[in-house]
């Protein structure tokens, strides 16, 4: 078992950036599939991004070409860079971590 906390999450324009952090703890981060997941309100939680322990990446339609997931093995932290926000990604943003969920962390964007 793994603990996950998110981070990073917060308000910004439309256009603006932001790079969400997913922290593990406990043994075998760099073998286990790490994924990004966003829920609105009234929407069923839904996949952006997956980042396998080789580095392999998907991303959901709607946040290709503007979100990059990536991990960093000796911190045992994932990150999402999230580019070109727009009120449409308004969510809240969850880490998975093998079967491990975060808490989320939100984030807004609005003018």
């Known amino acids: 078992q793994v603990q996950v906390v998110e981070s990073g999450g917060g308000s910004v324009q439309p256009g603006g950036s932001l790079r969400l952090s997913c922290a593990a703890s406990g043994s075998g981060f760099s073998i286990y599939v790490v994924g990004w997941y966003r829920q609105a309100p009234g929407k069923q939680r839904e996949l952006v991004a997956t980042?396998?322990?080789?580095?392999?990446?998907n991303y959901a339609d709607s946040v290709k070409g503007r979100f990059t997931i990536s991990r960093d093995n000796a911190k045992n932290r994932v990150y999402l860079q999230m580019n070109s926000l727009k009120p449409e990604d308004t969510a809240v943003y969850y880490c998975k971590v093998q079967t491990a969920w975060g808490q989320g962390t939100q984030v807004t964007v609005s003018s």
């Open positions: 980042i396998s322990s080789l580095g392999n990446t």
